[in-house]
T-cell receptor
Framework: NAGVTQTPKFQVLKTGQSMTLQCAQDMNHEYMSWYRQDPGMGLRLIHYSVGAGITDQGEVPNGYNVSRSTTEDFPLRLLSAAPSQTSVYFC????????????FGPGTRLTVT | AQRVTQPEKLLSVFKGAPVELKCNYS??????LFWYVQYSRQRLQLLLR??SRESIKGFTADLNKGETSFHLKKPFAQEEDSAMYYC???????????FGTGTRLQVFP
């Protein structure tokens, strides 16, 4: 199993550009989530999904969209990139909702200039 | 809303010294608490969870509901324990896992 994979590993965007961060898992996990990691602020939940076709907002959803058309994939879309979105983005998945262990991807380092 | 507080950004100790990474939470219900660890150049991974009441790599953590704390402890630190440690809280009635700001543990030889 590859576990949780994320692409790209690094990305530089100009302000106003849009892009999609890809996340996939091959463990048949129901639950998937996106976090951003910023110095001094820890990990903050952006969006999450408890199954295909179901998504919901986390702590910091503004400026981001998600969709979950399949169990395996959970892409994160930046609609119009801003410097404040410079961060490291982590995707995670777990067997189901609740208190199960979350498995994290390797992260995407995004810089917005 | 629930909140997780890790008051120390950096904790530095020498090898063999005891370690305690502090975690306090605010939530009036019954929380599920976790410690996650991120070693250099590795993925964030689960270290332990309070419902398991287990010891992993010599680390233990006890949930103290009276003090709303879930401190991570190890009696004798090792250099390989150097990493970023995150405390996290999940409520049984939501699907959100909320993380603290993290504590970097440095263990010197």
């Amino acid at each position: 199993n590859a576990g949780v994979t994320q692409t790209p590993k690094f990305q530089v965007l100009k302000t106003g550009q849009s892009m999609t961060l890809q996340c996939a898992q091959d463990m048949n996990h129901e639950y998937m989530s996106w976090y951003r990691q910023d110095p001094g602020m820890g990990l903050r939940l952006i969006h999450y999904s408890v199954g295909a076709g179901i998504t919901d907002q986390g702590e910091v959803p503004n400026g981001y969209n998600v969709s979950r058309s399949t169990t395996e994939d959970f892409p994160l879309r930046l609609l119009s990139a801003a410097p404040s979105q410079t961060s490291v983005y982590f995707c995670a998945s777990s067997l189901t909702r609740g208190t199960y262990e979350q498995y994290f991807g390797p992260g995407t380092r995004l810089t917005v200039t | 809303a629930q909140r997780v507080t890790q008051p120390e950004k950096l904790l530095s100790v020498f090898k063999g010294a005891p370690v305690e990474l502090k975690c306090n939470y605010s939530y009036s219900g019954s929380p599920e608490l976790f410690w996650y660890v991120q070693y250099s150049r590795q993925r964030l991974q689960l270290l332990l969870r309070h419902i398991s009441r287990e010891s992993i790599k010599g680390f233990t953590a006890d949930l103290n509901k009276g003090e709303t704390s879930f401190h991570l402890k190890k009696p004798f630190a090792q250099e390989e324990d150097s990493a970023m440690y995150y405390c996290a809280l999940s409520r049984v009635d939501t699907d959100k896992l909320i993380f603290g700001t993290g504590t970097r543990l440095q263990v010197f030889p």
